[in-house]
C-alpha cells in the first residue's frame, strides 16, 4: 500500500501562495489518481482537486478554479496543490489520498495524515 505524507502547509495571509506536496512511499504512486482534499473546523471533509495517473485529466471545485493548480511528478513518487490568491475561506486541513479519479471522497482509499494551512485576513 501507498504511504501518503503532505507537506508544504502553514500560515498565510489572504493573496499569498503556498504549495502544499504529496510525497508516496512504494512503487505504486502512478497507477493512482490523486485527490487533494480539505476539512475546516465543524465541516465535512471537501474535495479540491484531482489528477489522473497520467497528470492528464485535473478537475477542480468550483472555488478554487483559476487559483489553485495540482501536477504531479511520478518520477519522484509526489503530488503537489500550487495555491494561490489564498482567501481566508481556504483555511482548512488539508489531506491528499490515492485511489481511482474523481471528486467523491469514496473514490479515495488511501490518505495521508493532513497538513493544516491557515489563511489570515
Known amino acids: 500500500q501507498v504511504q501518503l505524507v503532505e507537506s508544504g502547509g502553514g500560515l498565510a495571509q489572504a493573496g499569498a501562495s503556498l504549495r502544499l506536496s504529496c510525497g508516496a512511499s512504494?512503487?505504486?504512486?502512478?497507477?493512482?489518481?490523486v485527490g487533494w482534499f480539505r476539512q475546516a473546523p465543524g465541516k465535512e471533509r471537501e474535495f479540491v482537486a484531482t489528477?489522473?495517473?497520467?497528470?492528464?485529466?485535473?478537475y477542480y471545485v468550483d472555488s478554487v478554479k483559476g487559483r489553485f493548480a495540482i501536477s504531479r511528478d511520478n518520477a519522484k513518487n509526489t503530488a503537489y496543490l500550487q495555491m494561490d490568491n489564498l482567501k481566508p475561506d481556504d483555511t482548512a486541513v488539508y489531506y491528499c489520498?490515492?485511489?481511482?479519479?474523481?471528486?467523491?471522497?469514496?473514490?479515495?482509499?488511501?490518505w495521508g495524515q493532513g497538513t493544516q494551512v491557515t489563511v489570515s485576513s
Open positions: 489520498a490515492t485511489g481511482s479519479y474523481g471528486s467523491s471522497i469514496n473514490n479515495y482509499d488511501n
Open positions: 512504494g512503487r505504486l504512486f502512478s497507477r493512482y489518481a
Open positions: 489528477i489522473s495517473t497520467s497528470g492528464i485529466l485535473k
